[in-house]
């Protein structure tokens, strides 16, 4: 059986490669099937000035921990594709590029899955599926309403502020990738509209050490999906925005206001050449700023608690307050020539003929493990912990999973082992 493996690991990301890499390590053959090639998420579909907002430090892929000399930098876009390539070349996975599953079911009769892809077929006693959780990009209906000169594009398909035609940019949406956009532009001198949303911010730094320093030490990382106060729910709320550019900062959209961005609440609808917004912006911006009190209140507790030295830090007074919301614009006379879309992506598992989903469509496990016999997530927002879909937290999960594959296959061969006494026996 020249096309089975006992693991066939479908994606070739950092999830799918933590996965080759734990099972090397135990000695399990196996192959990826990765669509395009490695890094390709971070190469083709992020921005030129991307960097990551967690600092280098929190990379730590299985075996390959970042070992650079700015553990609390934030590396840029062409470092991070270079990370995960050297991480690839240092263990050397059995990975095919270039290769698309077009599906995956279940031979019963082979007691196997079946892997349909681009070069062929294969089968495997287990799969493990470590695509992440962000396929096809969410453009919502209303973007119909849009005459044809003004040019559209989804946050993954932005370049730099050069590549977009002359004249100002709406922005629609601000969890991290519309924020860090609309800075981006807002940066370059374009005249920038801003669609807010109900994305919360996070600090940046906070009583003398980044945020994410004082939430690794209060444990936050280590918390798991079940011990979360809102459960499976978190698993699709907007993250924070904040951003790692420039040695780190936080984004402050009211500063920007005051530098001449033009703040709207989110868009409401698309007539003739008018834009018409909800009457939210106050509303959005205050909450935001509510949850980076919020997250600032929980470190004081953690360092009184503690008894931790620390500076104080002078309480947060916003900048700027909406003093009379513009619930429409003419885009004309606005000079709008491009809309960006920062509204997120849709999971699409359409390609697994395993009944694995619930009614919507998302994956049920129980830290990756489904109810399917053999059958594994990897790499999935909150999987298991916040970083499950990082770089700080897809080791954890791709060495249980790898310890359970182990399990699972001496059970098999175990079972395998009683039928075959069963025959010698009876006979």
């Known amino acids: 059986m020249q096309n089975h493996y006992s693991v066939i690991i479908v994606g070739g990301g950092q999830a799918g490669l933590s996965m080759s890499y734990c099972l090397k390590e135990r000695g399990i053959d196996h192959i990826i099937f990765e669509k395009n090639r490695i890094g390709h998420s971070w190469r083709d579909r992020r921005w030129d000035s991307f ?71 294969f089968t495997a006693d287990q799969v493990v599926v470590a695509v992440g959780g962000y396929h096809n990009p969410k453009i919502p209906k209303i973007a119909e309403r849009f005459p044809e000169n003004i040019a559209q594009i989804h946050s993954s398909q932005y370049q730099n502020p050069e590549s977009l035609p002359d004249g100002a940019i709406l922005v629609v949406g601000t969890g991290q990738s519309g924020c860090q956009i609309a800075e981006d532009l807002h940066l370059a001198g374009k005249q920038v509209h ?64 005051i530098e001449g961005m033009q703040l709207h609440g989110r868009l409401k609808s698309v007539n003739h050449e008018k834009l018409e917004f909800f009457d939210d912006l106050a509303q959005n911006l205050d909450a935001a700023d509510a949850v980076a009190e919020s997250i600032k209140k929980t470190i004081d ?8 030295q620390a500076p104080v830090d002078p309480p947060y007074q916003p900048v700027w307050q909406p003093q009379e919301s513009i619930l429409e614009i003419d885009w004309v006379v606005a000079n709008i020539s491009t809309v960006i879309w920062c509204t997120g992506y849709h ?72 039928v075959v006494n069963e025959f010698l026996l009876g006979s």
């Open 51 to 121: 960097c990551l907002v967690t600092p280098n430090w929190q990379c730590q892929l299985p075996g390959y921990h970042y070992n650079g000399n700015d553990p609390h930098g934030f590396m840029q876009k062409d470092d991070i594709v270079k990370y995960i390539e050297e991480y690839a070349a240092s263990f050397s996975p059995p990975i095919k590029e270039s290769v698309e599953v077009l599906k995956v079911s279940k031979n019963h009769t082979l007691n196997a899955y079946e892997i349909i892809t681009s070069i062929g077929d």
């Open 194 to 257: 801003l669609c807010v949303g109900s994305a919360p911010r996070s600090p940046r730094r906070y009583r003398g050490q980044d945020v994410v320093d004082w939430l690794d030490r209060m444990g936050y990382y280590d918390l798991t999906i079940d011990e979360h106060p809102q459960k499976d729910k978190v698993r699709a709320k907007a993250n924070h925005y904040v951003t790692g550019r420039d040695g780190g900062r936080e984004i402050n959209l009211r500063q920007f206001a």
């Open 301 to 308: 507790e953690f360092i009184e608690k503690n008894q931790i």
């Open 347 to 418: 999971s699409d598992f359409s390609w697994i003929e395993i009944p694995v989903f619930d009614g919507k469509g998302y994956p049920g496990h129980k830290r990756g493990v489904t109810d399917a016999s053999g059958f594994y997530f990897l790499g999935l927002p909150w999987l298991y912990t916040w970083g499950s879909g990082r770089f700080s937290g897809v080791a954890r999960d791709a060495n249980y999973l790898a310890d359970h594959i182990i399990s699972s296959k001496k059970v098999t061969q175990s079972s395998a082992w009683n």
